[in-house]
């Protein structure tokens, strides 16, 4: 059974870090492109960061560049999302995905992923 299984989320201060990783399981996912997507109350699930699957690529959604940090570690099978300076609109359910076979060509559409973790809470307090 193929799993991506999200942790690190938690209620944070704006200003401050957290760091979210994604674990995979069932299948290798060394080809695939990896997401994290989010989504708050009453929007809809949208991209935050990619990572290709040499690592070589990155993409980011223009609110976080600069604060956030995707990266991958083939060999554990684990993605990760390091959130630094974390603001109030960065709250939400943050979401890894898997875009398999995708090599090194990052999509940015949620319909395009394949496999999909069961999400992390993210909570930044004014």
């Known amino acids: 059974q193929v799993q991506l299984v999200e942790s690190g989320g938690g209620l944070v201060q704006a200003g401050g870090s957290l760091r979210l990783s994604c674990v995979g399981s069932?299948?290798?996912?060394?080809?695939?492109?990896m997401g994290w997507f989010r989504q708050a109350p009453g929007k809809e699930r949208a991209i935050v960061a990619a990572?290709?699957?040499?690592?070589?690529?990155?993409y980011y959604t223009d609110s976080v560049k600069g604060r956030f940090t995707i990266s991958r570690d083939n060999a554990k099978n684990t993605v990760y999302l390091q959130m630094n300076s974390l603001k109030v609109e960065d709250t939400a359910v943050y979401y890894c995905?898997?875009?398999?076979?995708?090599?090194?060509?990052?999509?940015?559409?949620?319909?395009?992923?394949?496999?999909w973790g069961q999400g992390t809470q993210v909570t930044v307090s004014s």
């Open positions: 990572i290709t699957a040499s690592g070589r690529k990155t």
């Open positions: 069932g299948r290798t996912f060394g080809s695939d492109v």
């Open positions: 995905a898997a875009d398999r076979f995708r090599y090194e060509v990052i999509y940015t559409s949620a319909a395009d992923y394949d496999n």
